[in-house]
C-alpha cells in the first residue's frame, strides 16, 4: 500500500461539513483510494472508495485530485455520532483486499 | 449490508489460560478472513490471513503457534490465544471479504484482558 498522510485530528461543528484530507502523492495507478472509520471501541466501518472519478455514497462525498496525489472525504453534514478515527488507505484491492494498512488516521471531533 | 459477527465483545481470562474469539459473516461467504490487533491509541496491525479450508498466513513478527487460527468453512474463522499473558492484553479484531466484493467488513472486535 502507498503510504498516506492525514492530520492527526479535525475538530468540526455539528450540523457544518467535515473535510478530511489525505496525502497519498506515491499512489499507483491500481491502488484505489479507500476510506474507513473507527468508532471507539468498534470495528472499523467502510465509508467510500474510488479510483479517479469523485464518489458520492449515502454516508459522505470522496474527491480525489486529477493527479491522484491527494483527497478528501467529505462528511457534508457532521453529527456528534461522527466522531471518530478516520484511515485514509490506498491499496489495489483484489485478492489480496483484507490485507489493508492503516495508519494513525484523523481523529475527528465533532462538537455541538 | 453484508454483517460481520465476532464474539465474545470481552474477555478477561487468568494468565496461562487459552481464549478462543469467533469471527462469522452472517449473510455471505467468507473464502478469505483476517485477523488484525489493535493496542491502546494505537492503529490496526494486521496479524494474518485465513483462508478457508488451508493454512493461515502470518504476518512477520506473528508467533503462529501462540495465535491459532482456524478457517474450517466458508463463513466461520476463530483466533485462539494460547497461553494468554498480559502482553497479548489487547483489541481484537477480525475482517471478511468475498473474492467479488470490494468492501471489507469487519466484526465488532473483541477486548481481551489478561490478568
Known amino acids: 500500500d502507498a503510504k498516506t498522510t492525514q492530520p492527526p485530528s479535525m475538530d468540526c461543528a455539528e450540523g457544518r461539513a467535515a473535510n478530511l484530507p489525505c496525502n497519498h502523492s506515491?499512489?499507483?495507478?491500481?491502488?484505489?483510494v479507500y476510506w474507513y472509520r473507527q468508532i471507539h471501541s468498534q470495528g472499523p466501518q467502510y465509508i467510500i472508495h474510488?479510483?479517479?472519478n469523485n464518489e458520492t455514497n449515502e454516508m459522505a462525498s470522496l474527491i480525489i485530485t486529477e493527479d491522484r496525489k491527494s483527497s478528501t472525504l467529505i462528511l457534508p453534514h457532521a453529527t456528534l455520532r461522527d466522531t471518530a478515527v478516520y484511515y485514509c488507505?490506498?491499496?489495489?484491492?483484489?485478492?489480496?483486499?483484507?490485507?489493508?494498512?492503516f495508519g494513525q488516521g484523523t481523529i475527528l471531533t465533532v462538537h455541538p | 449490508g453484508a454483517v460481520v459477527s465476532q464474539h465474545p465483545s470481552r474477555v478477561i481470562c487468568k494468565s496461562g489460560t487459552s481464549v478462543k474469539i469467533e469471527c462469522r459473516s452472517l449473510?455471505?461467504?467468507?473464502?478469505?478472513m483476517f485477523w488484525y490487533r489493535q493496542f491502546p491509541k494505537q492503529s490496526l496491525m494486521l496479524m494474518a490471513t485465513?483462508?478457508?479450508?488451508?493454512?493461515?498466513?502470518?504476518e512477520q513478527g506473528v508467533e503462529k503457534d501462540k495465535f491459532l487460527i482456524n478457517h474450517a468453512s466458508l463463513t466461520l474463522s476463530t483466533l485462539t490465544v494460547t497461553s494468554a499473558h498480559p502482553e497479548d492484553s489487547s483489541f481484537y479484531i477480525c475482517?471478511?471479504?468475498?473474492?467479488?466484493?470490494?468492501?471489507?467488513?469487519f466484526g465488532s472486535g473483541t477486548q481481551l484482558s489478561v490478568l
Open positions: 475482517s471478511a471479504c468475498t473474492a467479488t466484493n470490494e468492501k471489507l467488513f
Open positions: 506515491t499512489i499507483s495507478g491500481n491502488e484505489y
Open positions: 474510488g479510483l479517479k
Open positions: 488507505i490506498a491499496h489495489a484491492g483484489g485478492t489480496s483486499y483484507g490485507k489493508l494498512t
Open positions: 449473510d455471505f461467504q467468507a473464502t478469505t
Open positions: 485465513s483462508n478457508e479450508g488451508s493454512k493461515a498466513t502470518y
